[in-house]
């Protein structure tokens, strides 16, 4: 689980030009906030968005929502060292639904497999292109998002694979 914050501005990908282009781009920076929970086998995704702030209740309407799921399996949710992800609130509520909650070790983003996601959803969406209104970028956003585990499966699987790279012997040298 993790947040993404997608910016309602440009991203170009690569530009060459010999003389002055003018690029269409969206004025404002307007954001659309995504809190996603990545299923590490199917890879669907469920998400709460919102225009403002990702916070405690954003990430307790999304418990409620894997809680309503009903699955009878144990659920574990992998969790970097957000504040808001941490508080009473949210481990209250956790700890009521049965779902244990995972912290990863601070700055290791590469070992939450949503991060991959967010890279592949920011260049299938972001990248290179061009809306016209925000409402066109947050469906453009939102379905991708919701064809994950159809539309975009062959990609996804090479990437959303479960091998990371682990070291067994770790040696540490002070500068």
């Known amino acids: 689980m993790d947040a993404a914050h997608f910016v309602f501005a ?4 690569y530009l060459w030009s010999f003389s002055r282009l ?9 954001r659309f906030n995504v809190l ?3 299923n590490a086998i199917t890879h ?29 399996i144990p659920l574990t949710l992998v969790l970097d060292n957000a ?6 609130v949210v481990q209250e509520l956790a700890a009521r639904l049965h779902v244990e909650l995972l912290y990863l070790p601070s700055y290791s983003p590469n070992l939450n497999l949503i991060e991959r996601l967010w890279k592949f959803v ?5 990248y290179s292109k061009y809306y016209a209104d925000d409402d066109a970028f947050t469906k ?9 585990h159809d539309l975009h499966k062959k990609e996804l699987d090479s990437l959303l694979t479960l091998r990371f790279q682990t070291f067994e012997k770790v040696q540490i040298i002070n500068v």
Not at 10 to 13: A, M, N, S, T
Not at 83 to 88: F, G, I, L, N, T
């Open 44 to 72: 669907e995704v469920i998400t709460v968005t919102n225009d403002s702030y990702i916070n405690a209740q954003s990430v307790c309407a999304l418990l409620m929502q894997l809680a309503s799921l009903h699955v009878n």
């Open 22 to 30: 003018f690029v269409r781009a969206p004025s404002g920076r307007k």
């Open 36 to 38: 996603g929970a990545l």
């Open 122 to 126: 920011k260049k299938q969406c972001l």
């Open 10 to 13: 440009p991203f170009l990908g």
């Open 83 to 88: 504040r808001y992800q941490k508080c009473a």
């Open 140 to 148: 453009a956003i939102s379905y991708c998002l919701q064809h994950t």
